[in-house]
């Protein structure tokens, strides 16, 4: 034994591409906002705008920054103007080729987000009576009729809507959701005018069989596959499985949290979305290019988790995190 150590092996995964899988996908960081609005220990804006900024040094292009709704349903983001305020002041907000949306529930919502300069909104409504109910105190069709008239203001204006789709896979209280019901709300998603829209696995029960179905079924209601993006909560630890079958499916765009923040609060026992380092584990490991900084990604989960008080949920993250510390020591 000469006492060497041997070189460390490389970390980042080896990359093995398929055919058949997209050269480069979108991925949209909603760590600002779903990862955010239920944690209960309040985070200052000015750590919230250093979030940002650090996700859009990572190599981030698509960003969810935060929702303009009602205070009183999610204090966490109650903060939405003066954060993007602070984004704005530096050029942050508006940058080019970084896009930033803002969820906007109704007409009040989306002129504050107007106001303080939003330039991509989502609107956001149930395949469920019971959470539309939770979520937005009304009816599916109550939700759509809400959203209507907010993305008919953001039309008239040049702003593009991403159409949020909730409880596509599974709802809390009502058990299994028809895969009919998730089609014709999406229909009616892109009947007003969304320019593309996210299912979401709110609860993260996903299977991928189930994801084909529920594409199958929104494809066959009018939606071209460039306009759908996915949006899987980990509950069941299924998120990536059905990442990987929307990806054959020919879904390029895919919603992911940094660390794997987020739950909905209005969604009991859903756990946080899809960890964006597990994410770019996988894709970058299939060759797909995602233009983000795996490295700096992890740093960025880490550094807010002392604000937050917990680990990220990532096993990616914890995983990097280990082997750093066994190679510095
Ligand atoms: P409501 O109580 O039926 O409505 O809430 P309201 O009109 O009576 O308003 C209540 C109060 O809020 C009033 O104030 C309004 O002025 C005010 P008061 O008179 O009592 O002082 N208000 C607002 N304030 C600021 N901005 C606004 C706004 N609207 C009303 N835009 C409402 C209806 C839609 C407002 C409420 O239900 C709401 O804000 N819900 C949002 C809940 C939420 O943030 N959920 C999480 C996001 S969705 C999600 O996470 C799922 C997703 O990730 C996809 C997935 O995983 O499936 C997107
Ligand atoms: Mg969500």
């Not at 069709?141 to 702003?159: F, H, L, N």
Request: charged letters at 20%; glycine letters at 10%; proline letters at 6%.
């Amino acid at each position: 034994m000469t006492g060497r150590a041997a070189p460390a092996p490389r970390v980042l995964p080896d990359p093995h591409p398929h055919t058949g899988l997209p050269v480069r996908v979108r991925v949209h960081e909603v760590g600002p906002r779903d990862g955010l609005q239920a944690e209960s220990t309040r985070i200052p804006v000015e750590v919230k705008a250093e979030f940002c900024r650090r996700l859009l040094a990572a190599g981030v292009t698509s960003l969810e920054v935060t929702s303009f709704v009602s205070p009183k349903w999610t204090p966490q983001l109650a903060d939405a103007a003066e954060l993007m305020a602070d984004l704005a002041a530096d050029g942050t907000l508006g940058r080019r080729g970084v896009r930033s949306v803002v969820l906007t529930p109704n007409l009040r919502g989306f002129e504050r987000a107007v106001s303080a300069g939003a330039r991509e909104i989502a609107v956001f409504v149930s395949a469920t009576e019971t959470f539309a109910h939770r979520n937005l105190n009304t009816t599916v069709a109550g939700a759509v009729a809400a959203a209507a008239p907010v993305v008919a203001a953001a039309a008239a204006t040049g702003i593009p809507v991403r159409g949020y789709l909730s409880m596509c896979f599974g709802d809390p209280w009502e058990g299994r959701v028809a895969v009919a019901d998730v089609a014709s709300v999406a229909r009616r998603l892109l009947d007003i005018g969304c320019t593309t829209l996210s299912l979401g696995d709110t609860i993260g029960v996903a299977t991928p069989g189930h994801v084909l179905e529920v594409l199958d079924a929104v494809r066959a209601a009018g939606a071209r596959a460039d306009q759908l993006a996915v949006h899987f909560h980990d509950t069941y630890g299924q998120a990536l499985a059905n990442v990987y079958a929307a990806l054959r499916y020919g879904i390029t765009e895919f919603d992911s949290s940094a660390g794997g923040l987020g739950r909905c609060p209005y969604a009991a026992g859903a756990t946080g979305n899809l960890a964006t380092e597990d994410l770019l584990w996988m894709l970058h490991g299939l060759g797909i290019e995602t233009g983000i900084d795996l490295d700096a990604l992890v740093d960025t989960s880490r550094w807010l988790a002392g604000y937050i008080g917990h680990p990220p949920a990532s096993p990616t993250v914890a995983a990097l995190t280990a082997r750093r510390a066994a190679e510095v020591g």
